[in-house]
């Protein structure tokens, strides 16, 4: 069966960067557009960032512009999440995401419903 594994989560001090990984098996990786998400205590899960199956597009949700860069090896089957320049509000569990994303529209690649599959979540804590 599908697997989404995720690592590199941890506690950091403001200012500082982290590098979280996701371990595709199963997938035919190359043909899913592949997310991260994060989940705030007692917050709803919203998209972080999104790389389309080439990689040849990404999307960034607004308070992690120019910090953070998401980036995949389809040789692989692995998806990276470089987060720099923390701050306390990134502290969240952080979800790797699969789906088909049949296009690149907003709506369809921030919307949780469009990707099928999800892996446990690894803790990023941004603290001094």
């Known amino acids: 069966q599908v697997q989404l594994v995720e690592s590199g989560g941890g506690v950091v001090q403001p200012g500082g960067s982290l590098r979280l990984s996701c371990a595709a098996s199963e997938l035919d990786f190359s043909r899913y557009g592949m997310a991260w998400f994060r989940q705030a205590h007692g917050k709803e899960r919203d998209v972080v960032a999104v790389?389309?199956?080439?990689?040849?597009?990404?999307y960034y949700t607004g308070p992690v512009k120019g910090r953070f860069t998401i980036s995949r090896d389809n040789a692989r089957d692995m998806v990276y999440l470089q987060m720099n320049s923390l701050k306390p509000e990134d502290t969240a569990v952080y979800y790797c995401?699969?789906?088909?994303?049949?296009?690149?529209?907003?709506?369809?690649?921030?919307?949780?419903?469009?990707?099928?599959?999800w892996g446990q979540g690894t803790q990023v804590t941004v603290s001094s």
């Open positions: 790389v389309s199956w080439s990689g040849g597009n990404t």
């Open positions: 995401a699969a789906g088909r994303l049949m296009d690149f529209t907003l709506d369809r690649i921030t919307t949780s419903r469009t990707y099928s599959y």
